[in-house]
Nanobody, 115 residues
């Protein structure tokens, strides 16, 4: 009943930018922590960035200051601004949220960065 839907992925050249969005809908009582994870073929899913309900953030080292996570609680939406993208950023990006006392995951959106 609770759904997370990612959008904003696509194909971009190295050095370009993308803005990912994650919209939550359904039986939402409260949204706790949210985050972005990514998974490349043959690799484990890894944390990209995390944000608490109060807006505190943390980032993985591989971002090197290029990414910014944010959320709009009034719209039940989270964002990931990605700048100066590199080919190694290519992966399926997944939205995570703790909603209604459970971990929730989106279906993912593909990000491909060409060299």
């Amino acid at each position: 009943q609770v759904q997370l839907v990612e959008s904003g992925g696509g194909l971009v050249q190295a050095g370009g930018s993308l803005r990912l969005s994650c919209a939550a809908s359904g039986s939402i009582f409260s949204i706790g922590a949210m985050g972005w994870y990514r998974q490349a073929p043959g690799k484990q899913r890894e944390l990209v960035a995390r944000i608490t309900s109060g807006g505190s953030t943390n980032y993985a080292d591989h971002e090197k200051g290029r990414f910014t996570i944010s959320r709009d609680n009034a719209k039940n939406t989270m964002y990931l601004q990605m700048n100066r993208l590199k080919p190694e950023d290519s992966a399926v990006y997944y939205c995570y949220a703790f909603i209604a006392w459970a971990d929730r995951w989106g279906q993912g959106t593909q990000v491909t960065v060409s060299s």
